[in-house]
């Protein structure tokens, strides 16, 4: 394999599933596999916000359909696998990015909110990826990229429910890695740092409102923590998917990749 002749179109000619990619860095990944010539079923629980995303991908000359996917939903994840096989007769990659995030301290931790995160982050991952495992092995070669987080690597205070499942994700993907290595299919987590997405932008208000500061300030202040000083970007994630999906990272699975600017070594 020459590299540099590889990278441009290196995943040319896959179809990838890229979950609660309306939006956000879900968003940014289906981009980058596009770029890189993977057509992407861009699924998510807002068919409103996965239509849009096609349509931008559009006209940026990327092929993708759009798919209403509920990850914590095991009847919606045959059906989202049945419509990308009818559309596009395989599936190469999963990438597992829908999830949700929230800070609250254990002991006011509601039940429905204990479970709403293991479900979206932690069952929402088991179940869309059992509804893909299958063609996989029948393939005989696949790719299932999941996004864990910083907070998949160490904990973080009012964020057991978020914590458990980020970790979760990383153990799941090193045991499915064992499970599937003899039918060549690869399971990969990627760890992002701090990406501005709608996600972050609800962390920032809470910030600014309990340390009596703009929201830019507080931004400046999550800044502050990252080495290389720069926020991660959903394009930088993408990246890191497009690399683990590639023929370029054959011999790499099982594996947790952080795209954080060093932010965990600080
Ligand atoms: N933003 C960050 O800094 C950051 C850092 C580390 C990890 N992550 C992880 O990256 C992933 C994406 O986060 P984001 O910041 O883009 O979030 P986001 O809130 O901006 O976007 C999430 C998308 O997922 C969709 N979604 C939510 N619940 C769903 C469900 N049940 N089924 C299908 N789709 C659903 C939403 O509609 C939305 O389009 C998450 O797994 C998150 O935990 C984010």
Known sequence: MNARREMGSMLEGQI???????????????????????????????????????????????????????????????????????????????????????????????????????????????????????????????????????????????????CSTKFGVIGFSQSLALELASFDVRVNSVCPGIVRTQMWEVELGEISEAKGISIEEAWEMVLSGIPLHRSQLPEDIGAAVAFLASPLAKNITGQALNVDGGFELS
């Open 16 to 162: 990838a599933i890229v979950t609660g990619s309306g939006e956000g860095i879900g968003a940014g990944i289906a981009t980058t596999l596009g770029e890189f010539g993977a057509k992407v079923a861009i699924t998510d629980i807002d068919l409103s916000r996965a239509q849009r995303r096609v349509e931008i991908l559009a006209s940026q000359g990327i092929e993708s359909m759009a798919v209403q996917h509920d990850v914590t939903d095991g009847e919606s994840g045959k059906r989202l696998v049945q419509q990308v096989l009818s559309a596009y007769g395989r599936v190469d990659l999963l990438v597992n990015n829908a999830g949700i995030s929230g800070r609250v301290p254990l002991e006011e931790m509601s039940d429905q909110v204990w479970d709403s995160m293991i479900g979206v982050n932690l069952t929402g991952v088991q179940r869309t990826s059992r509804a893909v495992v299958p063609v996989m092995k029948e393939q005989r070669g696949g790719n299932i990229v999941s996004i864990s987080s910083v907070a998949g690597r160490s904990g973080k205070a009012n964020m057991t429910h978020y």
